[in-house]
């Protein structure tokens, strides 16, 4: 540490990491929080951006405040340009909250393409691990609903044997469309499971019928499933009827 950095309170780094307990103080005065905001968008270091997605996981009264410094604080971490696409990516892998108010930045700071491997990597990472509130993988999912790109159903494919029915959901919706041939089985498996959902089945089933895969293997479990305004055409693929 140097001479100037042992009377002004520790170096930079040090001095935004100092700041979190203002920035996340629900109670007492906005304004310390507000100055502390402020602070760190002076800052020109990744730390500083860290602290400031901070601000994105707490909720203060009233909400229009919330909302306030919300988008303030969204506004103070893009203005860091590149130099916040690392802690935000970081922040998007390793936080449960605030997965919107991340991507929403990233889509600021980066191209689509760029922008699609942060989010294949993050739920990547995600399908690997239990999370108790599927919020976050329900987010990215939707984000990459209709997405071309060739390494989305592939990171989306483990969300089927997610335990949340709305992250399985999520997950076929976005399969669906994709025709993505090892999605096959795991949507049959889906489709023809005594422990799956009705409503899950129901999903499976539309997504089935679009992506045009037949039901080899399963034909009799499949016809056991069908509900209107679903059937099996001669070729042993799942039809809807208009």
Excluded: C
């Amino acid at each position: 540490m140097g001479l100037f950095d042992f009377l002004t309170g520790g170096s930079g780094p040090e001095k935004a990491l100092k700041l979190k307990s203002k920035v996340t103080q629900k109670y007492g005065e906005p304004s310390t929080r507000q100055k502390a905001l402020q602070q760190l968008g002076e800052m020109k270091f990744p730390e500083a951006v860290t602290v400031l997605l901070s601000r994105f996981t707490i909720t203060v009264d009233p909400l229009t405040t919330d909302a306030d410094e919300k988008e303030h604080t969204f506004e103070l971490i893009k203005h860091f340009g590149q130099d916040a696409v690392a802690p935000v990516s970081a922040f998007l892998k390793t936080s449960d909250q605030a997965t919107s108010w991340a991507l929403r930045i990233l889509q600021e700071l980066l191209p689509e393409d760029a922008l699609m491997g942060v989010i294949t990597d993050t739920l990547q990472h995600l399908s690997t691990r239990y999370t108790r509130d599927p919020e976050k993988k329900v987010v990215l999912l939707h984000h990459v609903l209709g997405k071309q790109d060739p390494r989305v159903a592939p990171a989306v494919l483990p969300f089927l044997e997610d335990m949340s029915d709305d992250v399985k959901i999520a997950a076929i919706n976005v399969l669906g469309p994709l025709k993505h041939e090892p999605a096959r089985e795991p949507l049959l498996k889906l489709l023809t499971s005594e422990d799956t959902a009705r409503r899950v089945q129901t999903v499976a089933l539309a997504a089935l019928a679009e992506s045009g895969f037949g039901v080899q293997g399963y034909q009799e479990k499949v016809q056991a499933a069908l509900v209107e305004p679903y059937s099996l055409d001669k070729d042993g693929r799942i039809q809807r009827r208009p």
